[in-house]
Antibody, heavy 126, light 107 residues
Framework: QVQLQESGPGLVKPSQTLSLTCTVSGGSISSGSYYWSWIRQPAGKGLEWIGRMYTSGRTNYNPYFKSRVTISKDTPENQFSLRLSSVTAADTAVYYC??????????????????WGKGTTVTVSS | DIQMTQSPSSLSASVGDRVTITCQASQDISHYLNWYQQKPGKAPKVLIYDASNLETGVPSRFSGSGSGTDFTFTITSLQPEDIATYYCQQYNNLPLTFGQGTRLEIK
């Protein structure tokens, strides 16, 4: 059974870079038809998709974050990471990593986030 | 970006009630819609994928329907453990976007 676990600093200073790692157990991040994603949720608010990486290494990012975001992977460690630069208080949130499964046959595909980490709280404050 | 609008934002119902939540997309997303349940302090959990398919292990009292721009999520007989916030999410276009959530409470 695949499990995901986020880790990283819980406190980041404004203008610095937020760095989080998601460790995947029970499956490889480099095999299968999956995207490895980051989603965040400010306290008391809704879910916001940040970006994702396919098993091939191809990435997609939410344009809202423009050039601030980078998702990368460490295959030997079976981890993928999020870097968000130039953070402000508005980046304070619970950050989740998730696996997005790609399922389907014959050209008909569907995508959904079937495994999530428990989330990690990141506060941006001096 | 595709905007997803859920209605209502909050809902109070009694155990055994039928509960319906709607989700409207700002443009046609075909059937590319998922529903998630999030309990307080927990990560979201997928219940319905591809608008109407029940994820493995999810109770059959949960269901989804719709296509195009209008979608419905239904709980046929509300149980105490269904207290949560429910989100729709589209995957027709990037960026992936979620509805604002519907908070479900027991009356």
């Amino acid at each position: 059974q695949v499990q995901l676990q986020e880790s990283g600093p819980g406190l980041v200073k404004p203008s610095q870079t937020l760095s989080l790692t998601c460790t995947v157990s029970g499956g490889s991040i480099s095999s299968g038809s999956y995207y490895w994603s980051w989603i965040r949720q400010p306290a008391g608010k809704g879910l916001e998709w940040i970006g994702r990486m396919y098993t091939s290494g191809r990435t997609n990012y939410n344009p809202y974050f423009k050039s601030r975001v980078t998702i990368s992977k460490d295959t030997p460690e079976n981890q993928f990471s999020l870097r968000l630069s130039s953070v402000t208080a508005a980046d304070t949130a619970v950050y989740y990593c998730a696996r997005e499964a790609v399922r389907g046959v014959g050209g008909y595909y569907y995508y959904y986030m079937d495994v999530w980490g428990k989330g990690t709280t990141v506060t941006v404050s001096s | 970006d595709i905007q997803m609008t859920q209605s209502p934002s909050s809902l109070s119902a009694s155990v055994g009630d039928r509960v319906t939540i709607t989700c409207q997309a700002s443009q046609d997303i075909s059937h590319y819609l998922n529903w998630y349940q999030q309990k307080p302090g927990k990560a979201p959990k997928v219940l319905i994928y591809d608008a109407s398919n029940l994820e493995t292990g999810v109770p059959s009292r949960f269901s989804g329907s719709g296509s195009g721009t209008d979608f419905t999520f239904t709980i046929t007989s509300l149980q105490p453990e269904d207290i949560a916030t429910y989100y729709c999410q589209q995957y027709n276009n990037l960026p992936l976007t979620f509805g604002q959530g519907t908070r479900l409470e027991i009356k």
